[in-house]
Each structure stands twice: as structure tokens, then as C-alpha cells.
Nanobody
């Protein structure tokens, strides 16, 4: 069973960068597509990024394309999300999630979720 936990969230100034990570303490994440989602207060949880099992294919939400980068280290059972040129609109709880469907970015395909990490971007 996959057991996920995010880390690295915090407060950053607008225009700055932050890298958050997600580690699996259970079954290795290498067999799963890993996704990042975020949820701001009063808003729906939205897709941010996904990376396939081997790490050679990524997809991103329109609002973060060109600024966010997802990567993974299967030997360390860890995935990362590098966020650059952050704006206050990026303030949200960020969740990592695992899916058995290779290459998916559909929220309903992700069955295992971490508890989330708060990212706050100050203007």
C-alpha cells in the first residue's frame, strides 16, 4: 500500500521559488503515476502536475505550465514539484497522489493521497 506524505511547504514571496516533495513510506511509488493537486480555500481541488512511472513524461495544468516542474527519484520513493515565479494565486494546500493508470492526470484516477502541505505566497 502506498503511504504518502508531502513536505517542504511554507511561506514564500511572490516571484520566488519553492520545492515541495512527497515521500512514500509504504509500497514503492515507482509503479505509479504520481500527481500533484492543490486546493485553495473555497475552491475545487485542481490538477497541477503529473509524472509517469518512469519519469520521462510529465503533464501540467494550464495555470502552471512553464513555471512548475515535476520530477521523481524512484530509488528514494520520492517525487518533487519545483515551483518558480510564484504568484499569490498559487496559495493553497498541495497534495500528492498516486495512480495505477500510467500517464493519467484525471483526479478520479488517483486513489492514494497524502495529507497535504500548505504553500502560501505573499504579495
Amino acid at each position: 500500500q502506498v503511504r504518502l506524505k508531502e513536505s517542504g511547504g511554507g511561506l514564500v514571496q511572490a516571484g520566488g521559488s519553492l520545492k515541495i516533495s512527497c515521500a512514500d513510506s509504504g509500497r514503492a511509488v515507482k509503479g505509479y503515476t504520481m500527481g500533484w493537486f492543490r486546493q485553495a480555500p473555497g475552491k475545487e481541488r485542481e490538477f497541477v502536475a503529473a509524472i509517469n512511472r518512469t519519469g520521462d513524461s510529465t503533464s501540467y495544468g494550464d495555470s502552471v505550465k512553464g513555471r512548475f516542474t515535476s520530477s521523481r527519484e524512484n530509488d528514494k520513493k520520492t517525487v518533487h514539484l519545483r515551483m518558480d515565479s510564484l504568484t499569490p494565486e498559487a496559495t493553497a494546500v498541495y497534495y500528492c497522489a498516486a495512480s495505477g493508470l500510467d500517464g493519467t492526470s484525471c483526479r478520479s484516477d488517483f486513489g492514494s493521497w497524502g495529507p497535504g502541505t500548505q504553500v502560501t505566497v505573499a504579495s
